[in-house]
Nanobody, 123 residues
Framework: QVQLEESGGGLVQAGGSLRLSCAASGRTFTSTTIMGWFRQAPGKEREFVAAIGSIFWSTYYANSVKGRFTISRDNAKNTVYLQMSSLKTEDTAVYYC???????????????WGQGTQVTVSS
């Protein structure tokens, strides 16, 4: 089993920056596991934000965050990051870390999920 724990959420003003971290642990986790970030705002469905590939570390982003968010990973620390810049009030949501997709990287079908961390962007 793989366990994921997010951290780094908080309150930030619009236009500001914030970095989220997701630490992975477990006997089945490997550095080649595809990792993703999702978010869910109140009253809305959970949506894909970003993902980072396994072997070649390819990155993928939702159109709403392209140019503002950057996903990266540190294999030595078994950690994936989401650097968020130029934050908008629309980015307010609970952000979830996910690992090992069952199908496509942008789908909700990941094998493992973290508990989520709240990000609130004030106007």
């Amino acid at each position: 089993q793989v366990q994921l724990e997010e951290s780094g959420g908080g309150l930030v003003q619009a236009g500001g920056s914030l970095r989220l971290s997701c630490a992975a642990s477990g006997r089945t986790f490997t550095s080649t596991t595809i990792m993703g970030w999702f978010r869910q705002a109140p009253g809305k469905e959970r949506e894909f934000v970003a993902a980072i590939g396994s072997i070649f570390w390819s990155t993928y982003y939702a159109n709403s965050v392209k140019g503002r968010f950057t996903i990266s990973r540190d294999n030595a620390k078994n950690t994936v990051y989401l650097q968020m810049s130029s934050l908008k009030t629309e980015d307010t949501a609970v952000y979830y870390c996910a690992a090992d997709p069952k199908s496509d990287y942008y789908s909700q079908q990941y094998n493992y999920w973290g508990q989520g961390t709240q990000v609130t962007v004030s106007s």
